[in-house]
């Protein structure tokens, strides 16, 4: 399969519904894309700023400073410790990786990548993208002998599911019997809301009680998009098994795949400051508060959503017709169909608003429910 094979971009089905929600009188409330709106952090964006002098080509491995900065960030965030610069690589975005690991790792027809059953498109995109067949499964038992890459995403998109230490082991031990790489895909991990990750830290499949302190086989990948607002630097990273990540790291020096020098360095301001992380942790939580029981007294149910930036959520009937009915009260929802298709009626719904407007979708949720 080429590039030219890929199927159409799943969000331009949704143009005209925007269109309808921009009709409302009081303008639309776009809770679609997980687009942060909130400003860039001041330490990061004068960190970028003070790089700007960026005359030689930066490296692709990252600088030392950005290595030691993401190692210690592993130690401190994740409870990783003891990563090597060998254990950890930057990337242009998490979004590039995902979609690539397939072709720098050299699968190909025969090969089965795993992934969630509700599961960004990405990591089926990259298996298609390189002849191999994509599977949907949550189930290990289920997991091929063809396996060779098996994708998790915790906290999950657009589920907002957590697996724990034990889920976690699970995967690896059955990975690691099949000689398939576990990529866990964590961009949302500092992002938990309800029991017990409210309070407890959301474990990394390079957790130690996971791994036993053997990284071969597993890696992490994790993105400052959503907790540093960084969506447009392009700024994340991969960590675990150094001699995946060497091949990996010769890859992408052929293919220019290099994040630039000042959005490195901005990186390091970000990893280095957990400040505003905890304050832009508390903006999401106030607008979930706020969105979550609207949508409950609306009708809807949510489903897992006990971490991340969004609300899964069904009212039992086809997701195109609560997409449909939302667009006329001005609000703009993901269909969970873009997911995979074993969620025809659930929608997704981002906490990636202003405050003002999710409070303005609150309000006219409410008002359908009176209605």
Known sequence: MGVADLADYPWDAVRPFAVRAQQHPDGIVDLSVGSPVDPTPDVVASALRD??????????????????????????????????????????????????????????PGDVVVHPRAAYPTYEVGARLVGATPLASDDP????????LVWLNSPGNPDGAVQDVAALREARERARSLGAVLASDECYAELGWDAPWDATPIPSVLDPRVTDGDRRGVLSVYSLSKQSNLAGYRAAFAAGDAVLLAGIHTARKHLGLI?????????????????????????YRRRRAILHPALVDAGFRIDRSEAGLYLWATEGRDAWDSLADLADLGILVGPGTFYGPHHPQHIRLSLTASDERIETAAARLRARRIV
């Open 141 to 148: 038992a289920e997991w091929p002998d063809a396996a060779r």
């Open 51 to 108: 790089s700007t002098d960026a005359h030689a080509y930066p490296q692709t491995a990252g600088t030392p400073a950005l290595r030691t900065a993401i190692a210690q960030w592993y130690a401190r965030r994740r409870g990783v410790s003891g990563l090597t610069d060998d254990e950890v690589l930057p990337t242009v975005g998490s979004k590039e990786f995902v979609a690539l690991l397939p072709l720098l790792m050299g699968l190909g």
């Open 259 to 283: 994040p630039p020098a000042p959005v490195q360095a901005a990186m390091i301001a970000a990893l280095g400051d957990d400040r505003h992380v905890d304050e832009q942790r508390e903006r």
